[in-house]
């Protein structure tokens, strides 16, 4: 089988994550990576609406940040 990206299990190879995956042209994974992904899922970032703007899912306006 072919392989679809590469898992840098080690820590220090983190900073040569960039450079691998330019080199070997597959997507590559470290410890950041994954922590960087874990906490944008624990805490995702608030978009505003433009003002004026109803919420579908609260019913409130919404109001400029």
């Known amino acids: 089988p072919e392989v679809g ?3 840098l299990e080690c820590t220090n190879m983190c900073p040569f994550a ?3 995956s330019r080199r070997l042209g597959l997507p590559v ?3 950041v990576s994954f922590v960087s992904w874990f906490y944008a ?3 995702p ?6 003002e004026g703007r109803v ?3 609260t019913g409130n306006h919404w109001r400029a940040i």
Request: aromatic share 10%.
């Open 55 to 57: 919420s579908a899912i």
């Open 18 to 20: 960039r450079d691998l």
């Open 29 to 31: 994974f470290d410890m």
């Open 5 to 7: 990206a590469l898992l």
């Open 41 to 43: 899922g624990l805490a």
């Open 45 to 50: 970032r608030a978009f505003p609406a433009p």
